[in-house]
C-alpha cells in the first residue's frame, strides 16, 4: 500500500515505488487506483509509471525464471560453475560452483541474473549478495599465477572448476559448464554452449566469480598502481602493455603469458 506516501514528493513517491516494487505488488491495483486519484497531475502519471515498472518487472521474471526451470529440468540437484581469469597477464584464475534451491518461485528467483560480461560493475557486486545469500550453496576456488606458470592454463582452468565443486558443502547430482566439459570430474557433466545466458546456476557462478577476482586485482593495484590492475583485471590493455615494458613483471605476472611484450632478462630480475 502507498496511502502513506501520499503526501510526500513525486520525487519521493517515485523512489518508493522503485525501491518497494515488490510489496507493492499485492496490492497493485488499488495502489494505481490511489496514484490516479491524486490531485497532482504529476503523480497520476506515476501510475502509467508504475504499470511500466511492473512489465519490465515481469518480463525479467518470465526470463529468469527460464533459467531456472531450464536447470530444474534435469530432475537433479544441479550445480553450476563458471570461471574468470583465463586470459589475463597477471593474477590467479578464479572458478566458482552454484547450487541454487531447486525451486523457481518468484520468492527464490534471483532477478537480474546474466552472462557476467553483461552487467555493470555495481549490478554484479548487487547480485554477488543475493546469490551468496539466497543458494544452496556456493564456493570459489582459485589457482595462481605461480600456478598457471607450473602447471599450465589447461589444468589450472579445469581445476578451478573441480576445486570449487569439492568445495561445495552439498554434493551435487550434476554439474553444469560453461562451454566444455570439465576434464577428469568423476561425476555427471553436461556442458553448454553460452551456458551463463541459458543456466541460472551458471550465471550466478559467472557473477561471482567475477566479483571475486575484479576485488582481488583491485587489492593488488594497490601495491602495483603503474600497471592499472584495478580497470583492466590483468588483461593486456595499452597501459599494461605499457607498464610492463617500461617496468617489467610483479611477482603477480603469468611469466608464460608474457614473453611476447617484454625482455625476459628484465622480466627475471623484477621476480
Not at 509509471?49 to 526470463?63: F, G, H, T
Not at 611469466?255 to 617484454?262: A, H, P
Request: hydrophobic letters at 35%; one cysteine or more.
Amino acid at each position: 500500500m502507498i496511502s502513506h506516501i501520499l503526501d510526500k514528493s513525486v520525487t519521493e513517491i517515485r523512489t518508493y515505488i522503485r525501491d518497494n516494487m515488490a510489496s507493492i505488488e499485492e496490492d497493485r491495483e488499488n495502489c494505481l487506483k490511489l496514484l490516479r486519484m491524486d490531485r497532482r497531475k504529476s503523480v497520476n502519471s506515476l501510475a502509467d509509471y508504475l504499470e511500466c515498472e511492473y512489465l519490465k518487472r515481469e518480463k525479467e521474471v518470465n526470463r529468469v525464471k527460464v533459467l531456472y526451470d531450464h536447470d530444474l529440468s534435469f530432475g537433479k540437484l544441479v550445480c553450476g560453475v563458471d570461471e574468470v581469469g583465463r586470459g589475463p597477464l597477471a593474477g590467479p584464475i578464479v572458478g566458482a560452483a552454484v547450487i541454487l534451491k531447486p525451486d523457481s518461485t518468484l520468492l527464490n528467483l534471483i532477478l537480474g541474473i546474466n552472462d557476467s560480461k553483461k552487467l555493470s560493475k555495481k549490478r554484479r557486486e548487487e547480485l554477488d549478495l543475493l546469490i551468496r545469500e539466497k543458494a544452496l550453496s556456493y564456493a570459489i576456488y582459485e589457482m595462481s599465477n605461480l600456478d598457471i606458470d607450473r602447471l599450465g592454463i589447461s589444468y589450472c582452468n579445469h581445476e578451478v572448476f573441480r576445486g570449487s565443486i569439492r568445495s561445495l558443502d552439498v554434493k551435487p547430482e550434476l554439474v553444469l559448464s560453461d562451454g566444455y566439459k570439465v576434464k577428469n570430474y568423476a561425476g555427471e557433466n553436461i556442458s553448454l554452449i553460452k551456458g551463463d545466458t541459458l543456466s541460472a546456476s551458471i550465471a550466478c557462478a559467472s557473477i561471482i566469480a567475477k566479483v571475486h577476482r575484479d576485488r582481488l586485482m583491485e587489492n593488488l593495484s594497490v601495491y602495483y598502481p603503474e600497471y592499472g590492475f584495478d580497470h583492466n583485471s590483468g588483461y593486456a590493455s595499452q597501459d599494461h602493455i605499457e607498464a610492463l615494458k617500461r617496468n617489467g613483471a610483479t611477482p603477480v605476472h603469468r611469466m608464460s603469458f608474457i614473453r611476447n611484450f617484454i625482455d625476459q632478462e628484465k622480466c627475471m630480475g623484477k621476480r
